[in-house]
Nanobody, 123 residues
Framework: VQLQASGGGLVQAGGSLRLSCAAS????????MGWFRQGPGKEREFVAV????????YYADSVKGRFTISRDNAKNTVYLQMNSLKPEDTAVYYC?????????????????WGQGTEVTVSS
């Protein structure tokens, strides 16, 4: 499986961005797709994930109510709509995919990773 992320950029605080992640290859094997991020000098952290046939979603507490993850199954694409952005959301955002259930918020549970897309939120 290959993952291609896009949509990052520079935005002012309070603004919005939408990230996209397109999957290709053996996508039928995937259980879920999501996003992690790594800010300057920080560890990589979980952001959100959408899983299963029902599309259950999970979010980090820091983004609940501001970010929304969704998917288009026909396009094998997952989106992350980010609203009310804050300077602390500045990070490289990574798309990730997994073939099994388990702890959703740990990076080691994900089997495939895309390249990062940079999001910068100015104050």
């Amino acid at each position: 499986v290959q993952l291609q992320a896009s949509g990052g950029g520079l935005v002012q605080a309070g603004g919005s961005l939408r990230l996209s992640c397109a999957a290709s290859g053996r996508t039928f094997t995937l259980y879920g797709m999501g996003w992690f991020r790594q800010g300057p000098g920080k560890e990589r952290e979980f952001v959100a994930v959408i899983v299963g046939s029902g599309g259950a979603t999970y979010y980090a507490d820091s983004v609940k109510g501001r970010f929304t993850i969704s998917r288009d199954n026909a396009k094998n694409t997952v989106y992350l709509q980010m609203n009310s952005l804050k300077p602390e959301d500045t990070a490289v955002y990574y798309c990730a995919a997994r073939i099994s259930s388990g702890n959703m918020d740990t990076a080691r549970g994900y089997d495939y990773w895309g390249q990062g897309t940079e999001v910068t939120v100015s104050s």
